[in-house]
């Protein structure tokens, strides 16, 4: 009798649970985002674009998962693919039309999202934001920006000045003609000279930014390396004060 009463609890559990309302999906969803539940938060929400579609928490539902993806699980894939399932469902709703707008936008966002993340000290996130970037719109006008952000990376907070080069080199042969391109030429003279301490490797990469843009704002700074490379600074005039 005993073992009938726990399967008869049993079942009415069961049904309990699966007879949950939108609302009461959403609540749970809700609670869990702010307890940091993310997996008990989505499970919920995926159970309210699964079992109530038509709802009028569907929309919002699935608008969440995307903003999950991307503020939570930092994964641009599933976020976009979140993203553009919440237009092509629910494309006339408030949250369909913010998708559509974001996805639009989705570029500048990812680069906004990496310095964020950057200046969190989640480096590796944001090194990886911006080489999906680079990955899917090679030939959008901002990535030329997340490619020289590569390279400040690696040169500022990893502190891995031969990969700071190459990947300052890739604006170059990538992105000739960017805006970015000069800033990343004197970069790679500017640690070989002040930070590798290899002064006809730096020699050579200013001459080059000379030959490359002989009227850039740069130009004064350029000459200015150049005239005392290898000096201490005690042998440069305009920085003596400085040690005095």
Not at 114 to 138: A, D, F, G, V
Request: proline share 4%; glycine share 4%.
């Amino acid at each position: 009798m005993r073992y009938k009463l726990q399967l008869i609890f049993i079942w009415i559990f069961i049904i309990a649970s699966c007879s949950k309302t939108a609302s009461e999906y959403f609540e749970i969803a809700e609670v869990s985002l702010n307890e940091d539940q993310i997996e008990i938060a989505m499970e919920n929400l995926e159970a309210i674009v699964k079992k109530y579609p038509r709802d009028s928490l569907a929309s919002l539902a699935q608008y969440k998962l995307a903003r999950i993806h991307l503020n939570w699980k930092n994964d641009l894939p599933a976020g976009f693919l979140a993203l553009k399932k919440t237009v092509n469902k629910y494309g006339l709703s408030v949250q369909g039309k913010q998708a559509e707008k974001e996805l639009i936008d989705f570029p500048e966002w990812i680069l906004n999202q990496s310095e964020s993340l950057r200046k969190k000290k989640m480096i590796k996130e944001s090194l990886s934001h911006l080489i999906y970037l680079i990955e899917q719109y090679p030939n959008h006008d901002i990535t030329p920006k997340g490619q020289y952000l590569i390279g400040d990376i690696y040169m500022n907070d990893l502190r891995d000045f031969t990969t700071a080069i190459q990947e300052y080199r890739k604006i170059s042969e990538k992105y000739k003609g960017s805006d970015q391109e000069p800033h990343a030429q004197f970069m790679i003279g500017y640690i070989f000279a002040n930070v590798i301490n290899d002064f006809e490797s730096a020699k050579i990469e200013y001459q080059e930014f000379l030959k490359m843009f002989p009227e850039h704002e740069l130009v004064p700074s350029v000459k200015f390396e150049m005239e005392y490379l290898g000096k201490n600074i005690n042998e440069i005039p305009a920085l003596k004060h400085i040690t005095s």
